[in-house]
């Protein structure tokens, strides 16, 4: 509810949402353009489950080279519309049992996406001292930026 109340009154922009399971990658092609040429303001585009997309023709099972590939096409997309991509992916299996910080190698297919992400946040749920998991609590890791992302000491 909150949500369209601030679109109500003009504060977070307009919204537009699309859903199709296992989507190919000329379909987000094809969607993303034709929001792009309705409404040429459209500066931010959110892809959820991107692992759940159609996997590419061609490799076999071969899951590292058509993640990259397809991670450089929907990179590609979002360059030649002018949009903010905004991809949420899946961690490995066995990220939750990491007793650190997350990091990219958590991410499936994190080599792909690091490759092409301006900054990259993880999440999980946020442990209790003691054990246990607060499910209404996030840990946020900030595990990539870009270089004009620093702190007031450089970091």
């Known amino acids: ?11 977070i922009g307009k919204y537009q949402q699309h859903c199709k399971v296992r989507m190919t990658v000329p379909e987000f092609d ?15 585009v959110f892809l959820d489950h991107f692992h759940y997309m159609e996997p590419l023709h061609g490799y076999k099972g071969n899951e590292v080279a058509e993640m990259k590939e397809r991670i450089e096409q929907i990179a590609a997309i979002a360059r030649n519309n ?3 991509l905004f991809c949420l992916v899946q961690l490995n299996r066995g990220a939750d049992s990491v007793d650190g910080p997350l990091e990219m ?19 999980r749920k ?13 840990d946020l890791f900030h595990t990539k ?5 620093t702190d007031k ?3």
Not at 107 to 112: I, K
Not at 129 to 137: K, M, T, Y
Request: charged share 25%.
């Open 105 to 123: 190698q958590h991410v499936w297919g994190g080599d792909a996406m690091n490759f092409v992400a301006s900054c990259v946040w993880l999440t």
């Open 30 to 44: 094809q969607l993303v353009s034709r929001a792009k040429d309705r409404n040429p303001e459209l500066d931010a």
């Open 126 to 138: 946020h442990r209790r001292e003691g054990g246990g998991e607060d499910w209404n609590v996030l």
């Open 153 to 155: 000491n450089g970091n």
């Open 1 to 11: 509810k909150a949500i369209h109340q601030k679109m109500a009154t003009g504060e």
């Open 82 to 84: 002018r949009v903010e």
């Open 145 to 149: 930026t870009r270089s004009a992302q």
